[in-house]
Nanobody, 115 residues
Framework: QVQLVESGGGLVQPGGSLRLSCAAS????????MGWYRQAPGKQRELVAT???????NYADSVKGRFTISRDNVKNTVYLQMDSLKPEDTAVYYCNANNYGSSFWGQGTQVTVSS
């Protein structure tokens, strides 16, 4: 049974930082491109960042220079370090594991950026 379990969300003030984690089980972690997506109220889910097994990364323009994705293939965990957070970063953040059409999602973790 595949499980992706996110943690680390919460309430933070503008300009603050959060680190999200996603622990994967039930998959051969190194085979998968891992990613973070987010969905704000009334909006479609959008890509935030992805990372391949070779640590090749891709970021949405809106988060470049502020967010950093990383992975630990021993701990089967992917991380999203979020700095200089803005109110428009408020969303539910979802972890994704993708391998040529085999795609799995976590349950999501809420990130709220507000003063």
């Amino acid at each position: 049974q595949v499980q992706l379990v996110e943690s680390g969300g919460g309430l933070v003030q503008p300009g603050g930082s959060l680190r999200l984690s996603c622990a994967a089980s039930g998959i051969i972690f190194s085979w998968y491109v891992m990613g973070w997506y987010r969905q704000a109220p009334g909006k479609q889910r959008e890509l935030v960042a992805t990372i391949t097994n070779a640590a090749r990364t891709n970021y949405a323009d809106s988060v470049k220079g502020r967010f950093t994705i990383s992975r630990d293939n021993v701990k089967n965990t992917v991380y999203l370090q979020m700095d200089s957070l803005k109110p428009e970063d408020t969303a539910v953040y979802y972890c994704n594991a993708n391998n040529y059409g085999s795609s799995f999602w976590g349950q999501g973790t809420q990130v709220t950026v507000s003063s």
